[in-house]
């Protein structure tokens, strides 16, 4: 993990090589996906199956793609009964939580008599992306599945794969909390293309959200516009702003808990005091070691992480800023009192004993969050992505007389004849 200074010149661009490692995409990666998507549009089940024995070593035609809710109602008596309790309290809160962005439809009439408004209307179809196996993501289906059902979609359709015919109970658990009726057992920019498509075993859906790996991602940039997706889910990253307050200890293991994702994963401290940074980096290589995922660590932490010492603790809100990362801590004093400088971030975790990690099991706001950079213009998986907004006009005869000759001008002014002359229709009437 290197370590920059402001006050030296040059770390701009580390920083910025840093920020810039998925900015494309490899072409054997471009190349196989765009292949599976033709083929699954093409050979539908027939290619699905094929991928599936393929890349996952199971045979839909023994098993079937399909577990049923019979299977998924059974799965709670198979895990430990404080884990079923803490993931039903998890949902508990990410229930209560996004239940507060619900939006509602409006209606209003303005001087001119005109009725205006907004019909808010929830999606009809949505593809839950999950991934599976002995690595499944309980706590990801639940952030995407509940926030869709208090939006009101009707057919939520969940794929997560089951490589060597490996169910996880503990995402079975997960999905009779949610209410999840079956699951479809495929994954990859195969299950990617059967949601775009439809096959004559996979619904087609009008939106698909959910992380994957990079053929995954690759396969939704590839398909939208075909169909909505959530985001450009690129590997988890995490800032730091500490001040002297801070412990080393708990700041180097809050950088691992992100570093551990996957070797493209990126861990950056921002401070203004170069002893806890020096100190931070010591705790770092040694607590690695004794984590199971040193290897990916090692990647992570040696490429793609970094310590930057500050000038300032402002200048450290203008580093992080420029970072926009997917997970802002502000392990720094009166933390709520530096709220106002953080304008790029997904997730904002405030004070000294807030780890990230509590934001992605238990505390109820999303963890599917902008990566890459992308906080400066998007935001968490919410409520509101399953939502569409349809604008409502109704003008009587006083509203167009007194409105109509403005915009016949404005028509003109852009050259459109027949849209003036539709206005100048009703003028005449």
């Given amino acids: ?33 765009r292949a599976i998507l033709h083929d699954v549009r093409s050979r539908g089940d027939a290619a699905l199956a094929e991928y599936t024995r393929k890349f996952d070593g199971f045979d839909p035609a023994a098993a079937g793609f399909v577990i049923t809710r019979q299977e998924i109602e059974q799965a709670p008596s198979r895990i430990d009964g404080a884990l079923f309790s803490a993931l039903s309290i998890a949902a508990s809160r990410i229930e209560s939580f996004h239940a507060r962005q619900m939006e509602r439809s409006w209606i209003t009439t303005d001087d001119s008599g005109m009725i205006l408004g907004q019909k808010v209307t929830p999606l009809g179809s949505v593809g839950v992306y999950v991934p599976g196996g002995r690595n499944a993501f309980p706590s990801t289906l639940l952030m995407n599945v509940i926030p869709a059902k208090i939006a009101g979609v009707e057919e939520i359709v969940v794929v997560s794969p089951t490589p060597g015919g490996v169910v996880s109970d503990v995402l079975l658990a997960a999905a009779h909390i949610a209410g999840v009726q079956r699951i479809f057992r495929i994954g990859g920019a195969q299950a990617v293309a059967a949601l775009t498509f439809g096959t004559g075993t996979i619904p087609r859906v009008d939106k698909i959200v959910g992380p994957g790996n990079i053929y995954v991602a690759h396969a939704k940039r590839l398909v939208q516009g075909r169909v909505g997706i959530d985001a450009f889910a690129g590997p988890s990253e995490i800032l730091i702003i500490a001040d002297d307050g801070a412990h080393p200890d708990t700041v180097a293991m809050d950088l691992l808990s992100q570093a551990e994702h996957d070797p493209l994963s990126s861990a950056i401290l921002v401070t203004p005091h170069e002893e806890l940074a020096r100190a931070v ?47 802002l801590e502000l392990m720094v004093a009166n933390a709520f009192d530096h709220l106002g400088k953080v304008r790029n971030a997904g997730a904002i975790f405030l004070g000294y004993h807030t780890p990230e990690a509590i934001g992605d099991y ?34 009587p005869e006083r509203a167009v007389r007194e409105l109509g000759t403005l915009a016949v001008q404005i028509a003109r002014a852009e050259g459109l004849e027949a849209h003036a002359r539709s206005v100048e229709n009703r003028l005449k009437q």
């Fill in 281 to 327: 980096m010591e705790k770092i290589d040694a607590l690695a070691q004794s984590l199971p995922r040193r290897e990916v660590l090692e990647v992570s932490l040696g490429e793609h992480s970094l310590c930057v010492v500050t000038r300032d603790l402002d200048e450290a809100f203008a580093v992080a800023n420029t970072v926009a990362p997917e997970h």
């Fill in 362 to 395: 238990i505390a109820g706001p999303n963890h599917t969050l902008p990566t890459g950079s992308t906080a400066r213009f998007s935001s968490p998986l919410g409520v509101h992505d399953f939502l569409k907004r349809s604008s409502i006009l109704y003008a």
């Fill in 1 to 33: 993990m290197e370590m920059l200074s402001t006050n030296l010149p040059g770390w701009r661009d580390t920083l910025a090589g840093i920020l810039d490692r998925m900015t494309g995409t490899p072409r054997e990666v471009d190349d196989a996906v």
